[in-house]
Nanobody, 132 residues
């Protein structure tokens, strides 16, 4: 059984940093990579970043240059380093497997069910709040 467990969220001031972790179990390889997705106020899901199966990394324009995705394959753990945080980064951050695909330089949800978190595997989320 695939399980994804996020941690590392919290309250941080604008300009601050956090590191999110996603401990994965129940699989050792993936063809779609692993991704971070955030749920903004109003329940809108926004793709944030993907670590591809070949080690390629992808970022949404809104976080490029501020967030860094990485993966420790030995521990099967995905990370997201958040830096220079802004109030608009406030969201619930989810780790997901299978809900996002990347082609070329772009990544996208694999259908409306993925955008509703009913397709693919999802963790329970970790809240990031950026506020002074």
């Amino acid at each position: 059984e695939v399980q994804l467990v996020e941690s590392g969220g919290g309250l941080v001031q604008p300009g601050g940093s956090l590191r999110l972790s996603c401990a994965a179990s129940g699989f050792t390889r993936t063809t779609t990579g692993m991704s971070w997705v955030r749920e903004l106020p109003g329940n809108k899901l926004e793709w944030v970043s993907t670590f591809g199966s070949s080690g390629d990394t992808y970022y949404a324009e809104s976080v490029k240059g501020r967030f860094t995705i990485s993966k420790d394959s030995a521990r099967n753990t995905l990370y997201l380093q958040l830096s220079s945080l802004k109030t608009e980064d406030t969201a619930m951050y989810y780790c997901t497997l299978g809900a996002v695909s990347c082609r070329g330089d772009s990544c996208y949800f694999r259908g409306p069910e993925a955008e509703e978190k009913t397709f693919g595997y999802w963790g329970q989320g970790t809240q990031v709040t950026v506020s002074s």
